[in-house]
């Protein structure tokens, strides 16, 4: 905004280099999948969620089909609603359904478990969808509820690797429903990190 590029050129220790300035366009949107669970639909709408952009209708298209996805798109574009939506639908018609979300850092798979769990909130009573954390600060008993309850765990893949597979025979009832694997922010596993997650993603 221009507001903020005001305030930034009046800092004197702020060595602005360069100015680029994208005009706004109007969005493009498609339609959500016919098959999509109508408990769903009706917890959009509840969040004026009433028509997908066009790469969102185009990823769920895919994701529903079965096929394998990679979404790369601009910030606060709306990602996240792409592996959601399916997640829950999925959770919805098959209770033993369960979906493992690896993020690099445990802040932000907190934060996904927040958004997703108020998606899931406005789905109408009885549905209901758990979703749980699972990293370094989750106390005992919540881990166990995690292994046990969550159709939906978010972790990290040093967790995955640390405690998750070594524990399989505990993880066996998830690992046998697991229908989504989601890991975000592709882009930052490179190098030693990536090959260690690539492995990690083979076991």
């Known amino acids: 905004r221009s507001s903020d590029l005001e305030r930034l050129r009046a800092h004197h220790e702020v060595d602005l280099v360069a100015e680029h300035v994208v005009a706004p366009r109007l969005g493009a949107f498609g339609r959500w999948p016919a098959s999509l669970d109508p408990r769903l639909e009706q917890a959009l709408a509840r969040r004026d969620l009433v028509a997908p952009y066009t790469h969102q209708a185009d990823a769920l298209a895919a994701t529903f ?3 394998d996805v990679v979404i790369a798109t601009g910030t606060a574009s709306g990602k996240s609603l792409c592996y959601q939506l399916p997640i829950l639908h999925t959770a919805l018609l098959e209770p033993d359904a369960r979906a493992l979300l690896l993020f690099p850092t445990k802040a932000l798979a907190r934060d996904q478990c927040a958004a997703m769990r108020e998606l899931a909130r406005q789905l ?44 399989h025979e505990g993880w066996a009832r998830f690992l046998a429903g697991l229908r989504y694997v989601v890991l975000d922010e592709l882009h930052t596993y490179r190098g030693v990190f990536g090959a260690h997650v690539g492995n990690v993603l083979r076991r």
């Open 124 to 167: 109408p009573a009885p549905a209901h969808v758990g979703v749980a954390p699972y990293d370094g600060d989750t106390p005992p008993d919540e881990r166990r509820a995690a292994r046990s309850r969550a159709a939906v765990v978010a972790t990290n893949p040093d967790m995955l690797h640390r405690g998750v597979l070594p524990m």
């Open 65 to 67: 089909a079965g096929g």
